[in-house]
């Protein structure tokens, strides 16, 4: 049982069935497909694993900036992503179009030391289209299509509550 009680409005991260549900008042009102960690679910620093429990948007970035802006460290790059600049740079963890910073929420278990969400650089992203698959790639993080995290990013306000879980059940 989860300690944090769901608030009216949040997003709800499957890692089993690898979507982000909006989710408002118990109902579930729009759903994308996502990519989560390849090596599963988890919360120690350095695993690449996505952690689970609350978290809340922490920042938005990248508003204004044109579909497959390109992310290091959080900033963009000026580079525009097309397949031929991924060809050139093949082992890039590419991050891209918005990101949306997620800061855990949990002492002990997605907070504060070496669990630390915020710290592990833990995001929601967009990433090349012809590289986006419904399954679990990524290093840790959230991925999903440019459009649909461009269109996610305009329906949330920074300090929406995540909630990342690992189980078929919709919700907390």
């Not at 995290?149 to 990342?164: C, K």
Request: proline share 8%; hydrophobic share 35%.
């Amino acid at each position: 049982m989860n300690a944090i009680a769901p608030p009216a409005v949040y997003l709800d991260i499957c890692i089993a069935r690898q979507t982000l549900g909006i989710v408002r008042q118990g109902e579930i009102v729009r759903v994308y497909p996502v990519s989560t960690a390849k090596n599963g679910p988890g919360e120690q620093m350095g695993s690449e694993c996505t952690p689970t429990g609350w978290h809340c948007v922490r920042a938005k970035i990248g508003a204004g900036l044109p579909e497959n802006a390109v992310f290091t460290g959080r900033r963009p790059t000026g580079e525009i992503y097309t397949p031929e600049l991924g060809a050139r740079h093949p082992g890039r963890d590419w991050i891209l179009t918005r990101i949306l910073w997620l800061g855990g929420l949990e002492p002990g278990r997605n907070r504060y030391g070496r669990v630390d969400s915020a710290w592990r650089y833990i995001y929601i992203h967009g990433c090349p289209g012809e590289r986006f698959q419904q399954r679990p790639e990524s290093h840790g993080c959230i991925r999903m299509r440019n459009a649909d995290v461009l269109d996610l990013f305009d329906r949330v306000d920074a300090g929406i509550r995540v909630f990342i879980h690992d189980d078929e059940v919709a919700g907390p």
